[in-house]
């Protein structure tokens, strides 16, 4: 029982992370995830390119960080791993404080953080839910 309500957790935290609002300036905001969509379907046409002197706004690197999070917490949880999960929910948080960071002047503050709020509580809620089940030593 304990597998079913950490895989739906993980579930809703990847979810909650894509349906997170970005607006650019005055623009009307999207998804994270639409942007992703969008993303994927100019580097399909255009190939993707990884230029390294603006780390900012090169969308590329968004990309691979959030695919390579979403892989390690999908293996943890697939094994049931509780140290892993929780690298990996520290991982998620680290990446969307980095995000809200380095994007801070482009997007809008308060919509990101005011629609990432199911976020903080899901993921929140599954690492208390994770540190009660099994006392964790690193």
Known sequence: MKTYIHKILVFLLIVSFLLIQIGYNSAP????????????????????????FNLKTNYSYYLVEFLLACVVLIIAT???????MIIALIIFV??????????????????????SIPFLIIITALGLKLLMTKKVSF
């Open 29 to 52: 905001s999207n998804s994270i995830f639409s942007a992703f969509v969008v993303l994927i379907k100019e580097g399909v046409k255009n190939s993707f390119g990884f230029d390294n």
């Open 78 to 84: 697939i094994r049931s791993n509780t140290k892993l």
């Open 94 to 115: 680290f990446m969307w404080f980095m995000w809200f960071k380095m994007l801070q002047s482009i997007i809008n503050s308060n919509l990101y953080l005011v629609t």
